[in-house]
Antibody
Framework: EVQLLESGGGFVQTGESLTLSCAAS????????MNWVRQDPVKGLQWVAA????????YYADSVKGRFTISRDNSKKTLYLQMNNLRAEDTAIYYC???????????????WGQGTLVTVSS | SYELTQPPSESVSPGQTATITCSGD??????LYWYQQKPGQAPVIVMS???ERPSGIPERFSGSTSGTTGTLTITGVQAEDEADYYC????????????FGGGTKLTVL
């Protein structure tokens, strides 16, 4: 069974940093791109970032580009999201999500972890 | 930036058919995906690549697209189908950025 377990969320002040982790199991981790998707009550679901299976390519939403860094350690089967210069609008539940397919150009997410809450206070 | 538009809410009686739409200019060129999210839970994919139902998803769920509109249809709605439904795709520039619709709250009366 595929399992994704996020950790690292918490309460921080504006401008501070936080690193999220996602421990994966139950599938060949290196074969799949991985993603972070966040959700807040106002803006709904928002894709944040993706990283290729090898870790050599990363993609970001414009709203986090230059502040967030996605990475992975395939030996530890763990995905990371380093978040710097956090803003109040980054407050959300952050989900780790596996690419549904290990091929093709289109991206979809399955499964998702249970999420970790990040609260940024000004 | 690219947007996918969904109605905020739909209501249906048990046993009836629910249709949830998603509109986006790039849908003729990009696959559309649908997720179901129940309160306190993570989203679960219920429709893939416009019309493909993932393993474990009941047959009452089906998907279709026509031009710039995609539709998720639930035939014979059950109480357990009450949830938020989100569509997801990408714009015409490529795979990223990934875009989600605003979500549709399906209420089973």
């Amino acid at each position: 069974e595929v399992q994704l377990l996020e950790s690292g969320g918490g309460f921080v002040q504006t401008g501070e940093s936080l690193t999220l982790s996602c421990a994966a199991s139950g599938f060949t981790f290196v074969s799949y791109a991985m993603n972070w998707v966040r959700q807040d009550p106002v803006k709904g679901l928002q894709w944040v970032a993706a990283v290729s299976g090898s870790g050599s390519r990363a993609y970001y939403a414009d709203s986090v580009k230059g502040r967030f860094t996605i990475s992975r350690d395939n030996s530890k089967k763990t995905l990371y999201l380093q978040m710097n210069n956090l803003r109040a609008e980054d407050t959300a539940i952050y989900y780790c999500a596996k690419d549904q397919f290990d091929y093709g150009d289109s991206v979809s997410f399955s499964p998702w972890g249970q999420g970790t809450l990040v609260t940024v206070s000004s | 930036s690219y947007e996918l538009t969904q109605p905020p809410s739909e209501s249906v009686s048990p046993g009836q058919t629910a249709t949830i739409t998603c509109s986006g200019d790039a849908l003729p060129n990009q696959f559309l995906y649908w997720y179901q999210q129940k309160p306190g839970q993570a989203p679960v994919i219920v429709m893939s690549r416009d019309t493909e139902r993932p393993s474990g998803i009941p047959e009452r769920f089906s998907g279709s697209t026509s031009g710039t509109t995609g539709t998720l249809t639930i035939t014979g709605v059950q109480a357990e189908d009450e949830a938020d439904y989100y569509c997801q795709s990408a714009d015409n520039t490529g795979t990223y950025p990934v875009v989600f619709g605003g979500g549709t709250k399906l209420t089973v009366l």
